[in-house]
Each structure stands twice: as structure tokens, then as C-alpha cells.
């Protein structure tokens, strides 16, 4: 069964570091999403992207982040220089276009930032 | 804006009891509406759906019904088992392809022997 597969699966870096979070989405999927849930709060939704541009951002994804699809397979979530509020569990996920309806979200396994 | 609220947890329950994790919403139009879990250490995965009023969703023994008059999307399983514990996450979308998911707030179900 395809999945999603997310790089690494956990990652400490300091605080100030810019780290790069890798993400394979499922082959024939057309939009990407990135999500993060902090320990003990809810899912939030960062950023989804569709035809090599950002289609929709939160107020969370300020210009200390930054996505892009650097090939045919990855795409990826950078944060420049990060902030001990910025440790959390970051889901990538991708779903299917079908002409303008919904269509479900599959879900990476998540990669577990820490800033210390 | 659109928002999902989920029973406050955790929730502890002994195997083959019964489950209902109560979920509301707000939002705008006729959103579509999902129940995801998240086991030990695994990612987000999809438990059920339902995409519009009286519909329900089911899988693995799980039921919401879409309930518009009341906003709510409760997931009910009649006898519960070990291996259900995990995190049960109540969602919504707004049906336009490729937005976001809005998530409740997670509720922490263990089920012992």
C-alpha cells in the first residue's frame, strides 16, 4: 500500500539552527500539506501546496518557514532559525486531485523536532 | 472560522465496555467530517468519514453518524478492545479540494484487559 514517508524521524538541533524536514508523498498525489501538533495540543494545519506554489498558509507559517518541492518526489518544510516553540511533531501528508472535491489526506508518520 | 470540539479526555475503559467520544463543529456550509487515530508512535490515519448530513461513517467495528441539526459527529464502538487504544482526533473540511483539515483537540482512549 503507498504511504507517506517522512525524513528524518526525529531531529534535535539548536536553537537558532535552520533544519530542513524531508517528505515523500504518495506517487500520484497533487497536493501537499504540512501539519504540526505541539506535545498535548491539537493537529494544526501550516501549509498546503498544489502546482509548485503555496495554495493556502496559516497564521502559524510565518517567514521563518518555508516549503518546496525540489523534485518529482520530495517536498520539504524549512524553518530558518528556529525557536524552542518550534519543537513539535510535524506531519506531512498528500492527497489526490478529483476535480475540486475532497478527497482524503494520508498521513506520514511524523518527524519529531526538538530545539534545545 | 470552522472549529471541531472533542470531549475532554483521557478516557479509560475496560475491554468489550462501551465507547462514545463526543465531537461538535462550527463551520460554515456542509463540511465533511472525519474521525482520524493515531496509535503508539504511528502517524495520523484515517478511522471514518462522512460527507454529508445523516450519513455515517464506519470501519473496524467504529460508527459516527453526521448529525446536523445537533453539529455533532460522536464516535461509538459497542465493545472496545485492547488494541484500540490510542488518540481519536475528530476533523473537518470544508470540501474544496486540496484545504486544510481542522482537528479537535484529541482524546487519549485506554482500554485494559
Known amino acids: 500500500e503507498p504511504e507517506v514517508t517522512q525524513t528524518p524521524s526525529h531531529q534535535v538541533t539548536q536553537m537558532g539552527q535552520e533544519v530542513i524536514l524531508r517528505c515523500v508523498p504518495i506517487?500520484?498525489?497533487?497536493?501537499f500539506y504540512w501539519y504540526r501538533q505541539i506535545l498535548g495540543q491539537k493537529v494544526e494545519f501550516l501549509v498546503s501546496?498544489?502546482?509548485?506554489?503555496?495554495?493556502?498558509k496559516s497564521e502559524i507559517f510565518d517567514d521563518q518557514f518555508s516549503v518546496e518541492r525540489p523534485d518529482g518526489s520530495n517536498f520539504t518544510l524549512k524553518i530558518r532559525s528556529t525557536k524552542l516553540e518550534d519543537s513539535a511533531m510535524y506531519f506531512c501528508a498528500s492527497s489526490e486531485l478529483t476535480g475540486g472535491a475532497y478527497t482524503e489526506a494520508f498521513f506520514g508518520q511524523g518527524t519529531r523536532l526538538t530545539v534545545v | 472560522g470552522d472549529s471541531v470540539t472533542q470531549m475532554e479526555g483521557p478516557v479509560t475503559l475496560s475491554e468489550e465496555a462501551f465507547l462514545t467520544i463526543n465531537c461538535t463543529y462550527t463551520a460554515t456550509g456542509y463540511p465533511s467530517l472525519f474521525w482520524y487515530v493515531q496509535y503508539p508512535g504511528e502517524g495520523l490515519q484515517l478511522l471514518l468519514k462522512?460527507?454529508?448530513?445523516?450519513d455515517k461513517g464506519s470501519n473496524k467495528g467504529f460508527e459516527a453518524t453526521y448529525r446536523k441539526e445537533t453539529t455533532s459527529f460522536h464516535l461509538e464502538k459497542g465493545s472496545v478492545q485492547v488494541s484500540d487504544s490510542a488518540v481519536y482526533f475528530c476533523?473537518?473540511?470544508?470540501?474544496?479540494?486540496?484545504?486544510?483539515?481542522?482537528f479537535g483537540e484529541g482524546t487519549q482512549l485506554t482500554v485494559n484487559p
Open positions: 501546496f498544489y502546482n509548485n506554489e503555496i495554495s493556502e
Open positions: 476533523a473537518l473540511n470544508p470540501k474544496t479540494s486540496g484545504s486544510r483539515l481542522t
Open positions: 462522512a460527507t454529508k448530513a445523516d
Open positions: 506517487s500520484n498525489h497533487l497536493y
